[in-house]
C-alpha cells in the first residue's frame, strides 16, 4: 500500500517493535520486505544495531559493506543482509546515540547503536534527511509524534510482529479464561450492566 500510494510522504509506523512502547527496535522485517518489493526513495528510522553502526564508522563515509542488520539485541527479531554504502555517520551530542546513515538500492536506513526514537524533525534534520520529500518514511512508532502526524500523507501502522505486537489476536495467551474476545469470537455474549459502588453509595 505505501509503494503503491499516490500520495507522499507515506509514514509507515512498525508498530510491533515501537522503542517507546517497549519494543527491543532491532527488527528489520519492514526493511527486508521494503528490499524485496524494490521500493525507492525511502527513509527507515531507524534500527538500533551496534555492530552495524560501528562497521559503518569503522569504514568511513562512501564504503560500501556488506552488513546484516537486526536482531542483534533480541535473537528472535528480524534481520536482513545487504550491500551497503555509508552515507554518513554521526557522533553528534545532540543525539542520543551513535548514528550511521546507509543506503542500498532507493532505501536509505539510519541505525544507531543503542534504543532511541526518531519522532522529531530533528532527529532526521541532524542527519540531512527530509522526511517531507521522501516517498515513504518508516518510524518505529505505535501512534505518530504531534511533528510527524502532520506530513502523513498518508499515516499506515504495520501490524507487525515484535515485543509490543499489536495484533492482539495472535498473541500467546496461556491464562485467559475461555472464551475471550477477540481471541475467541465463535460464541454468543449478552453485555450485562452493573450499577457501581459509587453509585449506590451515592444514594
Known sequence: MAIASETAPVILADSGDNPTGGGVGDRANLL??????GAQDVIVAGITDKPATDAAFAAGVGAKLTLTIGATLDPAGGKVTA?????????????????????????????????????????????????????????????????????????????????????????????KLQPAYPFDTDFEFLPVSTRSARFVAAK
Open 32 to 37: 527486508a520486505e521494503l528490499i524485496r518489493q
Open 83 to 175: 550491500e551497503f554504502e555509508v552515507l554518513r555517520v554521526s557522533d553528534d551530542a545532540r543525539s542520543l546515540a551513535k548514528q550511521a546513515l546507509l543506503k542500498t538500492g532507493g532505501i536509505t536506513v539510519v541505525v544507531a547503536d543503542r534504543r532511541r526514537p526518531y519522532h522529531n524533525i530533528a532527529d532526521f534534520e541532524l542527519l540531512g534527511l527530509h522526511p517531507a520529500q521522501a516517498k515513504i518514511v518508516v518510524v518505529k512508532s505505535g501512534y505518530l509524534s504531534p511533528e510527524l502526524a502532520p506530513l502523513a500523507n498518508p499515516n499506515l501502522m504495520a501490524l507487525s510482529e515484535g515485543v509490543v505486537d499489536q495484533y492482539v489476536e495472535r498473541l500467546a495467551r496461556k491464562r
